[in-house]
């Protein structure tokens, strides 16, 4: 079975500063890969998704980016934080049972 | 377009009696439907899902929900709440394991 590792698992970052949290996949090959916010009291929200490597899917536009160097690795960066990008980032990937299985989640907070 | 709704924004139960998460979809396909668990600053853990087999389906932790066709209707059930029950629950849907629509959540809080 699959395993998400996802890092840092908590960052206080000043804003205006550059950010890089990363996320690799154990047990699976060739899956999706998707990076999502969750912001306080609020519901998931879908930043990219990922069929396979440099393949990156954007579903709203935003202070953030992603990027697939390896098949199981899935970067999520910015070159300036904003105050509003603080928040719980989750990463998840489905392998071929069509079912999507989350990380642990990295909490960011920018001030 | 696929979508969910989540009626109950909160659920407060005792523990040991029976729980109730409802969830509504709508969707252009033959949906898979899934149910998550989130502990506090926790990741989403599956509990169940449903992929066009048996309409009751059980999960993890003593839960299970129903498929129904008719009322586009996939509701969370577990006959006694337990304390560590108390968390966010997300219902799911996809079509064909590409898009995941997640509803809004709903909190469970489980008094002693």
């Known amino acids: 079975s699959q395993t998400i590792h996802q890092w840092p698992a908590t960052l206080v970052q000043p804003v205006g500063s550059p950010l890089s949290l990363e996320c690799t996949v154990e047990?699976?090959?060739?899956?999706?890969l998707y990076w999502y916010r969750q912001a306080a009291g609020r519901g998931l929200q879908l930043l990219f998704y990922s069929v396979g490597i440099g393949q990156i899917s954007s579903e709203v536009p935003q202070n953030l980016s992603a990027s697939r160097p390896q098949d199981r690795q899935f970067i999520l960066s910015s070159k300036k934080l904003l105050l509003s990008d603080s928040g719980f980032y989750l990463c998840?990937?489905?392998?071929?049972?069509?079912?999507?299985?989350f990380g642990p989640g990295t909490r960011l907070l920018v001030l | 377009a696929q979508s969910v709704t989540q009626l109950d924004s909160h659920v407060s139960v005792s523990e040991g009696t029976p729980v109730l998460l409802r969830c509504n979809y709508s969707s252009s396909y033959s949906p898979s439907l899934f149910w998550y668990v989130q502990h506090p600053n926790k990741g989403l853990q599956l509990l169940l899902k449903?992929?066009?087999?048996?309409?009751l389906v059980k999960g993890i932790n003593g839960f299970e929900a129903e498929f129904k066709k008719s009322e586009t209707s996939f509701h969370l059930t577990k006959p006694s709440a337990h304390m560590s029950d108390a968390a966010e629950y997300f219902c799911v849907v996809s079509d064909r394991g590409q898009n995941f629509v997640f509803g809004p959540g709903t909190r469970l809080s489980v008094l002693p």
């Open positions: 998840a990937c489905t392998p071929v049972m069509e079912t999507q299985y």
């Open positions: 449903y992929t066009s087999a048996a309409t």
């Open positions: 047990g699976t090959s060739n899956p999706n």
